[in-house]
């Protein structure tokens, strides 16, 4: 069993330029939660879906969209970078209606 | 926003030590897990603990919690050097779906 992979691992974009980073879940795992952790603090909650759609969203602005395939695959999207946009990025899956999350490695980006 | 708070926000100790950190948070739950994050990497489940339930173990681990005091200890019976990360509760509100609200975490470290 693969896990959760994300790519990329590490990603440098310049400010106003456009990101896309991806998710593949854990088999048998048909929900996708993103985080994003800034240096020093814990992750905060992006957004989640299930069945292709957002079924949660956390305190995060529209610059921030994502999207589910038919596959459980997930991408997140971020436009418009900032500076403050530099972060770890962390995909997590669960099964549905389950909070016990399994993480990805993260995707770290820099915005320079 | 953060819904915890651990402490201490750094902990020393030496490998054969117990390590205790606390958590507390801020709305109702329906329960409180902790995971571990090895240098900024990806999360690892440790331990979920039910709104119902008072302690938990699980091999070295020992988990309290107190809802009436919205609060939560993590204990590391026997640390090993392979124990030093970052230790980080997170909550799932009630009602509020499987979205995780984390903490800002406990940097630990055992040296030999």
């Known amino acids: 069993d693969a896990g959760v992979t994300q790519s990329p691992t590490h990603l440098i974009k310049t400010r106003g330029q456009q990101v896309t980073l991806r998710c593949s879940p854990k088999?048998?795992?048909?929900?996708v939660s993103w985080y994003q952790q800034a240096l020093g603090q814990g992750p905060q909650f992006i957004f989640q879906?299930?069945?292709?759609?957002?079924?949660q969203r956390g305190n995060f602005p529209d610059r921030f969209s994502g999207h589910q395939f038919p596959n459980y695959s997930s991408e997140l999207n971020v436009n418009a970078l900032l500076l403050g946009d530099s972060a770890l990025y962390l995909c997590?899956?669960?099964?549905?209606?389950?909070?016990?999350?399994?993480f990805g490695q993260g995707t770290r980006l820099t915005v320079v | 926003s953060q819904q915890g708070e651990e402490d201490p926000q750094a902990l020393s100790i030496q490998e054969g030590e117990n390590a205790t950190m606390n958590c507390s948070y801020k709305?109702?739950?329906?329960?409180l897990q902790w995971y571990r994050q090895n240098s900024g990497r990806g999360l690892v489940h440790l331990i979920l603990?039910?709104?119902?339930?008072r302690e938990k173990h699980s091999g070295r681990l020992r988990v309290t919690l107190d809802t009436s005091k919205k609060s939560s200890s993590l204990l590391i019976t026997a640390s090993r050097a392979a124990d030093t990360a970052s230790y980080f509760c997170?909550?799932?509100?009630?009602?509020?779906?499987?979205?995780?609200?984390f903490g800002k975490g406990t940097t630990l470290s055992v040296s030999s």
């Open positions: 709305t109702s739950i329906n329960n």
């Open positions: 997170a909550t799932d509100a009630l009602q509020a779906g499987t979205a995780l609200i």
């Open positions: 603990i039910r709104s119902n339930e």
């Open positions: 088999s048998g795992h048909d929900t």
């Open positions: 879906y299930y069945e292709e759609e957002e079924r």
């Open positions: 997590a899956s669960s099964p549905t209606g389950n909070t016990e999350a399994f």
